[in-house]
């Protein structure tokens, strides 16, 4: 059983650009969340998609946004690329009781 | 505002020691927690839980420890292996329905090094 896969491993962009990374949820997982970890912090919560609909949102602006597909599967797409986007970027997908996070996807803003 | 804070960013233990690591909260809403380890290059790895109705959980060699009234929490391993070496979060949450759909806040983290 496959678990959070999330693709790309690693990315660069310019600033100004605009990027979307992919998440797949482990199987039977309907819940996906997004974080994000900047070096040397914790990942700070992005926001959650369930049945297509974003739940829940963290302290992040309009420029990150989401979608969920039927198959479960999400995209989050940032905007207008700062400097500070630079981070880990962490998929997890839930069952009642936890999360499983995926590897995570690497962006480098220049 | 740091609502989960982990003071110490680093932390060295000898292999077959007790590991102690320690995270501090200030919201009262919390009453999940959890310990996650993290490995370079991978997303981090569920260890450990506890409800705040609780005071002590225990997995094989780690054991938490919840002090509500002190709004602190800790992760206990022993004994410590060298495959323990990791960076550690702890994470909290609200429990409002099940867990999988609430977010998860986390501390900065603590790198724990075991020394052969």
């Known amino acids: 059983d496959a678990g959070v896969t999330q693709s790309p491993t690693h990315l660069i962009k310019t600033r100004g650009q605009q990027v979307t990374l992919r998440c797949s949820p482990k199987s039977g997982h309907d819940t996906v969340s997004w974080y994000q970890q900047a070096l040397g912090q914790g990942p700070q919560f992005i926001f959650q998609y369930y049945e297509e609909e974003e739940r829940q949102r963290g302290n992040f602006p309009d420029r990150f946004s989401g979608h969920q597909f039927p198959n479960y599967s999400s995209e989050l797409n940032v905007n207008a690329l700062l400097l500070g986007d630079s981070a880990l970027y962490l998929c997890a997908s839930s069952s009642p009781d936890t999360q499983y996070f995926g590897p995570g996807t690497r962006l480098t803003v220049l | 505002d740091q609502q989960v804070k982990q003071n110490s960013p680093s932390l060295s233990v000898q292999e077959g020691r007790i590991s102690i690591l320690n995270c501090d909260y200030t919201?009262?809403?919390?009453?999940?927690f959890l310990w996650y380890k993290k490995y370079p290059a991978e997303g981090p790895t569920f260890l450990i839980s506890?409800?705040?109705?609780?005071d002590k959980n225990e997995d094989g060699r780690f054991t938490v420890f919840l002090n509500k009234s002190a709004k602190h929490l800790s992760l206990h391993i022993v004994p410590s292996q060298p495959g323990d070496s990791a960076v550690y979060f702890c994470?909290?949450?609200?429990?409002?329905?099940?867990?999988?759909?609430?977010?998860?806040?986390f501390g900065t983290g603590t790198r724990l090094t075991i020394i052969p």
């Open positions: 919201n009262s809403m919390f009453d999940y």
């Open positions: 994470a909290a949450s609200t429990l409002i329905s099940n867990f999988g759909n609430e977010k998860l806040t």
């Open positions: 506890i409800s705040s109705i609780k």
